[in-house]
């Protein structure tokens, strides 16, 4: 209902069920799902449709609650449990809209307001919320301020603790998809749940930097950057989680060592490692993101390096075997430059990259082994063949089009 009259492209639909019962539903065709509470998809058309019911908090996190579910429960007490007024609407065929809560005005006014005090009960809440900030931050919406005290008093609570790491990943990468990623930690730090949620972030947070390569900011304000300009620049959201970690080890970097932060991209990796452990993250983003924080350093250095160097660059990136996920290093560390208060920067050293390895990759090992060289030596001779390649690069061509400072 919220997006009909939004006027974006309609998803599934959810039918609510009144004033009937399982049985009923099941004599009539319907395959009934789930344990907790019934929902049934229907025998033709295969959609879902749920009973309508209640919820009441009965312990912690966001599976402590006793559901209710028979003839008498009306769909205004179903739509109250809703996290969102503009998520607590129903349209009948026969009497039109319903919106028992105000969800319509608040479209108009552009609000994400929480239906009833209820909301407080269910900590994964406060990552819906800072989701739909971020899908809708185009269309104009923001969180209510009632909402984000809300939200706040659920973050002090300890609740958010119990989210699964799945449930967490689930919103998290929904978030990452959205046209305004960014948002989505903005919010979660209005309401103080970025220290919970995402302590490798909010340790980013007055970590200062070289202000000659970074006048946005800290090492915070830098990572939002980044993330904003990779999100202009792809959809994949492999790429732009890898763009977000990226500089995860300039929080641990010793405060006598600051403004700089040497040895950040090593530290960075093992952070990323962490991360993903803990959110038990899928292996794509996994290994991205931590070739990213290692790497980023090295790609912004490229102009500067010596044909065998460059070589090593790209063995070490796996570019050989991985060419696409190279290209998603290179647009991650592209980002990474325009996120430096500077967000139309020429970035060369992605074409120099990408030109060295086209001239790489038609190195193969069978001329090598024609000669009769084994072992090793046909490694030996590949790496050789291939820095004599790099080296016949025409760079004033390739970085015609302007420069682009490396980012501390």
Same mark, same amino acid.
């Given at each position: 209902?919220?997006?009909?009259?939004?006027?974006?492209?309609?998803?599934?639909?959810?039918?609510?069920?009144?004033?009937?019962?399982?049985?009923?539903?099941?004599?009539?065709?319907?395959?009934?799902?789930? $344990?907790?509470?019934?929902?049934?998809?229907?025998?033709? $058309?295969?959609?879902?449709?749920?009973?309508?019911?209640?919820?009441?908090?009965?312990?912690?996190?966001?599976?402590?609650?006793?559901?209710?579910?028979?003839?008498?429960? !009306?769909?205004?007490?179903?739509?109250?449990?809703?996290?969102?007024?503009?998520?607590?609407?129903?349209?009948?065929?026969?009497?039109?809209?319903?919106?028992?809560?105000?969800?319509?005005?608040?479209?108009?006014?552009?609000?994400?307001?929480?239906? $009833?005090?209820?909301?407080?009960?269910?900590?994964? %809440?406060?990552?819906?919320?800072?989701?739909?900030?971020?899908?809708?931050?185009?269309?104009?919406?923001?969180?209510?301020?009632?909402?984000?005290?809300?939200?706040?008093?659920?973050?002090?609570?300890?609740?958010?603790?119990?989210?699964?790491?799945?449930?967490?990943?689930?919103?998290?990468?929904?978030?990452?998809?959205?046209?305004?990623?960014?948002?989505?930690? %903005?919010?979660?730090?209005?309401?103080?749940?970025?220290?919970?949620?995402?302590?490798?972030?909010?340790?980013?947070?007055?970590?200062?930097?070289?202000?000659?390569?970074?006048?946005?900011?800290?090492?915070?304000?830098?990572?939002?950057?980044?993330?904003?300009?990779?999100?202009?620049?792809?959809?994949?959201?492999?790429?732009?989680?890898?763009?977000?970690?990226?500089?995860?080890?300039?929080?641990? !970097?010793? !405060?006598?060592?600051?403004?700089?932060?040497?040895?950040?991209?090593?530290?960075?990796?093992?952070?990323?490692?962490?991360?993903?452990?803990?959110?038990?993250?899928?292996?794509?983003?996994?290994?991205?993101?931590?070739?990213?924080?290692?790497?980023?350093? %090295?790609?912004?250095?490229?102009?500067?390096?010596?044909?065998?160097?460059?070589?090593?660059?790209?063995?070490?990136?796996?570019?050989?075997?991985?060419?696409?996920?190279?290209?998603?290093?290179?647009?991650?560390?592209?980002?990474?430059?325009?996120?430096?208060?500077?967000?139309?920067?020429?970035?060369?050293?992605?074409?120099?990259?990408?030109?060295?390895?086209?001239?790489?990759?038609?190195?193969?090992?069978?001329?090598?082994?024609?000669?009769?060289?084994?072992?090793?030596?046909?490694?030996?001779?590949?790496?050789?063949?291939?820095?004599?390649?790099?080296?016949?690069?025409?760079?004033?061509?390739?970085?015609?089009?302007?420069?682009?400072?490396?980012?501390?």
């Amino acid at each position: 209902m919220r997006d009909r009259l939004l006027g974006l492209p309609a998803g599934e639909v959810d039918w609510v069920v009144v004033g009937t019962t399982p049985e009923v539903l099941l004599a009539r065709g319907f395959r009934q799902v789930g $344990s907790a509470f019934p929902v049934f998809i229907h025998p033709e $058309s295969g959609d879902e449709y749920a009973l309508a019911r209640t919820e009441c908090k009965s312990g912690h996190g966001y599976k402590g609650f006793v559901t209710r579910f028979d003839p008498t429960v !009306t769909l205004e007490e179903d739509l109250r449990r809703r996290d969102l007024t503009i998520n607590a609407m129903a349209w009948d065929e026969v009497s039109g809209l319903i919106d028992p809560y105000g969800g319509r005005a608040d479209l108009e006014g552009r609000w994400l307001r929480h239906v $009833s005090s209820a909301f407080g009960e269910d900590p994964l %809440r406060v990552l819906r919320v800072a989701r739909f900030a971020a899908r809708f931050a185009g269309l104009g919406f923001r969180v209510a301020p009632e909402t984000l005290q809300l939200m706040g008093a659920l973050a002090r609570s300890g609740e958010l603790s119990t989210l699964t790491p799945e449930r967490v990943w689930q919103e998290t990468v929904k978030a990452l998809t959205s046209d305004a990623p960014e948002l989505y930690l %903005r919010t979660l730090d209005a309401c103080g749940a970025l220290p919970i949620i995402f302590p490798e972030l909010s340790a980013l947070q007055g970590q200062i930097q070289p202000p000659q390569y970074h006048p946005e900011g800290d090492a915070w304000e830098h990572t939002l950057l980044v993330l904003a300009a990779a999100a202009r620049m792809t959809p994949d959201p492999v790429t732009r989680f890898a763009a977000l970690v990226h500089d995860l080890g300039k929080g641990s !970097t010793p !405060t006598e060592l600051l403004p700089r932060h040497h040895g950040h991209e090593e530290r960075g990796a093992v952070c990323v490692e962490g991360l993903c452990r803990r959110l038990r993250l899928p292996h794509d983003f996994q290994y991205l993101g931590v070739m990213t924080a290692a790497l980023h350093g %090295r790609v912004h250095h490229a102009l500067e390096m010596q044909p065998r160097t460059l070589v090593r660059l790209l063995t070490d990136a796996d570019a050989f075997r991985q060419p696409e996920r190279f290209e998603a290093l290179l647009l991650a560390c592209e980002a990474d430059a325009r996120g430096c208060g500077r967000p139309f920067v020429d970035y060369p050293q992605r074409r120099l990259l990408r030109a060295a390895l086209d001239r790489c990759r038609v190195v193969d090992a069978g001329p090598f082994q024609e000669r009769g060289l084994t072992g090793k030596a046909v490694g030996a001779a590949i790496r050789q063949e291939r820095v004599r390649r790099v080296r016949g690069l025409d760079r004033a061509s390739i970085l015609a089009v302007g420069d682009a400072p490396a980012s501390a």
